[in-house]
């Protein structure tokens, strides 16, 4: 999709100059124009005050506390699951074996 915009831009580019148009006038319109696009972008994100930055360091903070809780959480399930079924596999081996008989006389 980048790509894609970024050979249009320069297709557009290169048919301004064709048509008689400076270069360093196009570069610069289209830089002014990126920027303001980009100011207004991030004022609609509300991402334009000084805290801004400080603010999307503690959102990706968060956001890696968040997946490695998910990951401890699914490794301690899984674990969890393994102990209760080796449990029982450990219990109805002893059944089975007639061992639990042999404990209680």
């Known amino acids: 999709m980048i790509e894609e915009q970024a050979g249009l ?7 301004a100059e064709a048509q008689g148009a400076d270069m ?8 002014e124009a990126s920027e303001k696009g980009a100011e207004r972008a991030l004022g609609a994100l ?3 005050d000084a805290t801004a ?8 903070q968060l956001l890696q506390a968040w997946r ?8 301690a399930v899984v674990a ?8 029982l596999l450990v219990a109805g ?8 008989e042999t404990v209680r006389g």
């Not at 081996?93 to 639990?100: C, H, N, P, S």
């Open 9 to 15: 831009l320069a297709g557009l580019t290169r048919q």
């Open 24 to 31: 360093v006038t196009l570069r610069a319109l289209i830089e």
């Open 68 to 75: 490695d809780a998910k990951k401890s959480a699914a490794q």
């Open 80 to 87: 969890w699951t393994m102990r209760i079924l080796l449990a």
């Open 53 to 60: 930055r400080r603010d999307m360091d503690e959102l990706r």
């Open 93 to 100: 081996m002893a059944i089975k074996t007639g061992l639990l």
């Open 46 to 48: 509300g991402l334009t």
